[in-house]
């Protein structure tokens, strides 16, 4: 495999300068196979988001199916089987989430899954990557979320979707069939990866990075420009 790193790298550095970002991008691979020359990852975690804040800490690894197995929600996301001894834990789950209140039982069929159940799942920093990679995991703030999908809309790879709710997970698998992906992530999600009270994520397909980036400064230029302008009309306009 032929590294893209120096690319990957440039294209992260372009696009935090403008959104700001607070933690590194997260890169996602699917595979058919295990992967040669990428550690293992060799430890447990409680959810398959969980890698995601390993990888924006600088570490790159892969994961096979049973490193998901602690989170029913999302290996039913990732359509990865659950071993025999643990696949009721996905009803035992929702049975909990349903009594709850937290999501309704006709909801279910509604959350996009991955069309494949994968081998084995790559994560990185997006400088990092090795490739390009299936999807992208922007941590934001709000107003950084909102340049990099209004960049996403001028490049022509938003999907026009509104912001996806619960699980966070989902929104890899829809933003592989759709494209840009808001996601104000799940309390899940939250716990698991430190995402913040003021954070957001937006999700690109990893193909679409690269028409994203430039399209970012000419959204920054113009917000800069309609900021001014708007600041203007309110102290010219406004009364009280």
């Given at each position: 495999?032929?590294?893209?790193?120096?690319?990957?790298?440039?294209?992260?550095?372009?696009?935090a300068a403008v959104?700001?970002?607070?933690?590194?991008?997260?890169?996602v691979t699917y595979?058919?196979?295990?992967?040669?020359?990428?550690?293992?990852?060799?430890?447990?975690?409680?959810?398959?988001?969980?890698?995601?804040?390993?990888?924006?800490?600088?570490?790159?690894?892969?994961?096979?199916?049973?490193?998901?197995?602690?989170?029913?929600?999302?290996?039913?996301?990732?359509?990865?089987?659950?071993?025999?001894?643990?696949?009721?834990?996905?009803?035992?789950?929702?049975?909990?989430?349903?009594?709850?209140?937290?999501?309704?039982?006709?909801?279910?069929?509604?959350?996009?899954?991955?069309?494949?159940?994968?081998?084995?799942?790559?994560?990185?920093?997006?400088?990092?990557?090795?490739?390009?990679?299936?999807?992208?995991?922007?941590?934001?703030?709000?107003?950084?979320?909102?340049?990099?999908q209004e960049a996403?809309?001028?490049?022509?790879?938003?999907?026009?979707?509104?912001?996806?709710?619960?699980?966070?997970?989902?929104?890899?698998?829809?933003?592989?069939?759709?494209?840009?992906?808001?996601?104000?992530?799940?309390?899940?999600?939250?716990?698991?990866?430190?995402?913040?009270?003021?954070?957001?994520?937006?999700?690109?397909?990893?193909?679409?990075?690269?028409?994203?980036?430039?399209?970012?400064?000419?959204?920054?230029?113009?917000?800069?420009?309609?900021?001014?302008?708007?600041?203007?009309?309110?102290?010219?306009?406004?009364?009280?």
């Amino acid at each position: 495999m032929i590294s893209d790193s120096p690319k990957w790298l440039e294209l992260e550095r372009e696009i935090a300068a403008v959104v700001k970002l607070g933690r590194r991008p997260v890169a996602v691979t699917y595979l058919d196979a295990e992967p040669a020359g990428i550690k293992k990852f060799a430890g447990s975690e409680p959810s398959g988001c969980s890698f995601w804040r390993l990888a924006a800490e600088g570490n790159t690894f892969y994961t096979v199916p049973e490193n998901h197995f602690n989170c029913a929600v999302g290996a039913y996301t990732h359509s990865i089987p659950l071993s025999p001894e643990r696949e009721k834990e996905t009803e035992q789950t929702l049975k909990m989430m349903f009594e709850l209140g937290y999501v309704r039982p006709d909801e279910v069929p509604q959350i996009p899954r991955l069309a494949k159940g994968p081998k084995a799942v790559i994560y990185s920093p997006l400088g990092e990557a090795a490739a390009t990679p299936d999807v992208v995991l922007f941590a934001c703030k709000p107003a950084g979320a909102m340049l990099l999908q209004e960049a996403a809309n001028r490049a022509g790879v938003g999907s026009g979707a509104p912001a996806l709710g619960r699980p966070t997970c989902m929104a890899l698998p829809a933003a592989i069939e759709h494209g840009a992906m808001t996601s104000l992530g799940c309390i899940g999600n939250r716990v698991y990866t430190g995402l913040g009270e003021d954070e957001l994520y937006v999700v690109l397909r990893g193909k679409d990075v690269a028409k994203v980036a430039p399209a970012l400064k000419t959204i920054e230029s113009a917000n800069t420009a309609l900021r001014d302008y708007a600041k203007g009309r309110r102290e010219q306009l406004s009364t009280l």
